[in-house]
């Protein structure tokens, strides 16, 4: 199957995403990178674990005192949403109907500029509120390492999806950008998972102290 | 066009099967999505509620856990077929994060 071949919904195949070479190639390769990603996030969840509430005198601010539950309860709903959306785009992708997939992209986008704009008014609110940054302490150090790199994947991700999107507006699903999306939506999903355990360990596990 | 579907004779067959294996898949999302709505929910209360840390903090990494299994195995479609490589990836990559962790913690508490 030829990669810029026309297809209809009949005979689109059923994984699109490997029925090429390419397509093959880039899923296992994604894989072992999302392996690796594993790896550089435990060694930021280990380091801010290790580093917690290590501030160098008493009028610096600790977990407790910096983290509101309904703040990060809304940026977690934001996101999780934001994955589940991108699961209805690959269903659409699945379907062929490109325009579908276009406009669940779109809302995950959205959803996801939501996220990252709750997160740049939280950074600023610990900066200027509780004078918490990132040379202020060793705790400062971690929390904005591991806080801020899974910002930073949100941010690159966002890139992502609207670079596929608009590159590709005019031409469609073939089988040479299918897994370019079907990639795009599963390093969104691994977002989600980074966060999970961002929202377990730094912010639930931080406000018990 | 050749048939690329080779389990039918029929392709419209195939495809209205694929187009029901999709729905059905999807709505296995949606219930996916309900519950991990639902986990994050009870974990966030299990905090809000002021239990003690030594019930809280077990409770929440296990929900964590069960949260990102969901996700990997039904959003990342890892529990369907052809998915040997990713595992090997992701098993590998969680003994090492564990490890790690685990290297972290004890060098600090102990």
Known sequence: MAAEQKFTQHTWPESPEQATLEGKNKFLGFWFFLGGETVLFASLFATYLALKDSVPSDTHAKATDLFELPLVFFMTMLLLTSSLTSVFAMYHMKNYNFKKMQQWLFITVVLGLGFLGCEIYEFNHYYHEFEHKFTSSAFGSAFYTLVGFHGGHVVFGLSWIIALMVRNAKRGLNLYNAPKFYLASLYWHFIDVVWVFIFTVVYLMGMVG | ?110
């Open chain 2, 1 to 110: 066009m050749a048939n690329l579907h080779p389990n039918s004779g029929d392709p419209k067959v195939t495809y209205e099967y694929r187009r029901k294996k999709h729905a059905e898949e999807m709505r296995m999302q949606v219930i996916t999505f309900t519950m991990m709505i639902f986990f994050t929910v009870i974990a966030f209360a299990a905090v809000g509620a002021g239990f003690s840390k030594w019930f809280v903090i077990p409770f929440v990494l296990l929900l964590a856990v069960v949260q990102v299994i969901f996700q990997l195995y039904y959003f990342m479609h890892m529990s369907h077929k052809g998915h040997e490589a990713p595992q090997l990836f992701m098993y590998s990559g969680v003994i090492v994060a564990f490890v790690t962790i685990l290297a972290f913690l004890t060098i600090i508490w102990l």
